[in-house]
């Protein structure tokens, strides 16, 4: 049974930076793509960046050029580093992690881009 836990989310300005992490709990984890989704209100959850246990990554066109997503092996975590923050930006932040047809979220972590 996999387990994910988010953490990082919070307050930041425009142009600012917030670092968001995925714990990851039970087996195989090198096996999985790790994802960050994003749900904003009255809006569908979409991708913002996946990255597969090669370390080959993927973006929304949205995100790429500030948005940086990498995983962590031995500790088991996924990261979001998120940097030129802007307001549409602002959403629940959710991890994923699939493996054929496995499929885990986490509980989701605000971030809310706002002066």
């Known amino acids: 049974q996999v387990q994910l836990v988010e953490s990082g989310g919070g307050l930041v300005q425009p142009g600012g930076s917030l670092s968001l992490s995925c714990a990851f709990s039970g087996s195989l984890f090198s096996f999985y793509v790790m994802g960050w989704y994003r749900q904003a209100p009255g809006k569908e959850r979409e991708l913002v960046a996946a990255?597969?246990?090669?370390?080959?990554?993927n973006y929304a066109d949205s995100v790429k050029g500030r948005f940086t997503i990498s995983r962590d092996h031995g500790k088991r975590t996924t990261s979001l580093q998120m940097n030129s923050l802007k307001p549409e930006d602002t959403a629940v932040y959710y991890c994923n992690a699939r493996r054929g047809l496995a499929d885990a979220w986490g509980q989701g972590t605000q971030v809310t881009v706002s002066s």
């Open positions: 990255v597969t246990s090669g370390g080959s990554t």
